[in-house]
T-cell receptor
Framework: DAGVIQSPRHEVTEMGQEVTLRCKPI?????LFWYRQTMMRGLELLIY????????DSGMPEDRFSAKMPNASFSTLKIQPSEPRDSAVYFC???????????????FGPGTRLTVL | GNSVTQMEGPVTLSEEAFLTINCTYT??????LFWYVQYPGEGLQLLLK?????DKGSNKGFEATYRKETTSFHLEKGSVQVSDSAVYFC?????????????FGTGTQLKVEL
């Protein structure tokens, strides 16, 4: 398997623009997680899905952020409008269902480095 | 709530030195414990894990033992290499009723010099 795939790897945009980050989880994984990493705040969980359904979005910073998972092999994280303080590395991760006998290990993608000017 | 505390970095060592990175946790129930490693410009990778008390996780010369009595999961390596330079994250996984969420420490940067 190719692992978790994220695109783009780097994104530079101007304040006010819409940004869409994409993630393809490992095939067969039931859970998908979106994280944000900054020097100031470390690694933060934004939202996670189970079988394409959002389970906990309490980490989403504000209404400008939204995430969708239209099918088991694709998820998006959208920021509209973007602001300079959104500059960070955004990671997607996936895992198997623990209750189905899977491991609780999360597998991370390479991340998208977002810069908002 | 669940939390993980790990020693602040950066930790700077000479090659072949002994490494310890301390990690303690607070959790209800019986969490699984992890060490993840992040190399520059990359995502996090699982380094090792332990799922119950007294388990020892090991990989690539790194070891950590799940100590329930001290709520600790310290990372050790007997002889570090320059290639071990990275950021190390301690984490715990606890079932929340809606799935397993990872709670991460703040990360400890390790720099290994020749």
């Amino acid at each position: 398997d190719a692992g978790v795939i994220q695109s783009p790897r780097h994104e530079v945009t101007e304040m006010g623009q819409e940004v869409t980050l994409r993630c393809k989880p490992i095939s067969g994984h039931d859970y998908l997680f979106w994280y944000r990493q900054t020097m100031m705040r470390g690694l933060e969980l934004l939202i996670y899905f189970n079988n394409n359904v959002p389970i906990d979005d309490s980490g989403m910073p504000e209404d400008r952020f939204s995430a969708k998972m239209p099918n088991a092999s694709f998820s998006t994280l959208k920021i509209q409008p973007s602001e300079p303080r959104d500059s960070a590395v955004y990671f997607c991760a996936s895992s198997l269902d623990v209750l189905a006998g899977g491991a609780d290990t999360q597998y991370f993608g390479p991340g998208t480095r977002l810069t908002v000017l | 709530g669940n939390s993980v505390t790990q020693m602040e970095g950066p930790v700077t060592l000479s090659e072949e030195a002994f490494l310890t990175i301390n990690c303690t946790y607070t959790a209800t129930g019986y969490p699984s414990l992890f060490w993840y490693v992040q190399y520059p410009g990359e995502g996090l990778q699982l380094l090792l894990k332990a799922t119950k008390a007294d388990d020892k996780g090991s990989n690539k010369g790194f070891e950590a033992t799940y100590r329930k009595e001290t709520t600790s999961f310290h990372l050790e390596k007997g002889s570090v290499q320059v290639s071990d330079s990275a950021v190390y994250f301690c984490a715990l996984s606890a079932f929340t009723g809606g799935g397993n969420k990872l709670t991460f420490g703040t990360g400890t940067q390790l720099k290994v010099e020749l």
